[in-house]
């Protein structure tokens, strides 16, 4: 089975484009919500969340996402210090969890596949693209983040171009291109790559 990564940083659009690809039966691992809910459920990840960050990281609701991004995202070591928590968790769930899938391909998305090193686990890796200005606004728009927060974690992450160039494919979503013929000739694309490799 062919494994399809989806990313790009933070409001590019991953999630509208991965959900394209599941309208077309293909199966998507979104890595955002995975990782919280282990972080609510995993006894281990919950235990070493607290002893990193406090017992504020929980409340009666579970995980306390606020309270939590104010403290990981404050500095980058702070940041460091839960993305050495939690990815390796996710990184092993994903791994799981694609190679338990039955189509032709399957799609894991993510924004931090190459910060996090699991870019190796993957062998398409489509990017998606989208403008600074405009990825700004739709996270504001979208979590009612201040413009300084969406700055803060666009610097935890690799810059946009940088990280277009170490994909394989890359979709615009300028919303200026269609978004769905850009979706269609990959798929086209990725079950030609995966006949062609389950025939070798
Ligand atoms: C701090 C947390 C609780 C804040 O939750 P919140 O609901 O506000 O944000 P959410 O998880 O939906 O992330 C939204 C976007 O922020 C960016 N982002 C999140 N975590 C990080 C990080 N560690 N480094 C850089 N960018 C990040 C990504 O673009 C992500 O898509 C949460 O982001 C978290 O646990 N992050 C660490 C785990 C992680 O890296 N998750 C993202 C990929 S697995
Ligand atoms: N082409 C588009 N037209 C209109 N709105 C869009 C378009 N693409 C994305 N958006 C909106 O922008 C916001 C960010 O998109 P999305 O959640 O897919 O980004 P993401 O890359 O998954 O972000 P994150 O890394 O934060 O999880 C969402 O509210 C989404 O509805």
């Given at each position: 089975m062919l494994r399809v990564g989806i990313t790009g940083g933070i409001g590019s659009g991953k999630s509208v484009v991965a959900r394209i690809f599941e309208t077309l039966g293909i199966p998507v691992y979104y890595s955002d919500a995975e990782a919280k809910r282990l972080m609510n459920t995993d006894a281990t990840l919950r235990t070493n969340i607290i002893a990193a960050?406090?017992?504020?990281?929980?409340?009666?609701?579970?995980?306390?996402?606020?309270?939590?991004a104010a403290q990981a995202f404050q500095q980058p070591e702070k940041?460091?210090?839960?993305?050495?928590?939690v990815h390796p968790a996710v990184i092993a769930h994903g791994k799981q969890w694609l190679e338990q899938q039955q189509t032709a391909y399957a799609i894991k998305e993510a924004?931090?596949?190459?910060?996090?090193?699991?870019?190796?686990?993957?062998?398409?890796?489509?990017?998606?693209?989208?403008?600074?200005?405009?990825?700004?606004q739709r996270v504001m728009q979208r979590d009612g983040l201040g413009r300084q927060e969406v700055l803060t974690r666009m610097s935890r992450q690799i810059e946009e171009t940088v990280k277009m160039k170490l994909c394989d494919a890359v979709i615009q979503n300028n919303e200026q291109e269609m978004l769905i013929p850009q979706v269609l000739q990959l798929h086209q694309q990725l079950l030609a790559m995966a006949e062609k490799n389950s025939t070798n």
């Open positions: 960050f406090g017992p504020e990281a929980y409340n009666e609701a579970g995980l306390n996402r606020s309270w939590l940041t460091q210090l839960l993305n050495s928590i924004a931090l596949f190459f910060e996090s090193g699991s870019a190796t686990d993957i062998d398409f890796m489509i990017g998606v693209y989208a403008p600074q200005a405009l990825r700004i």
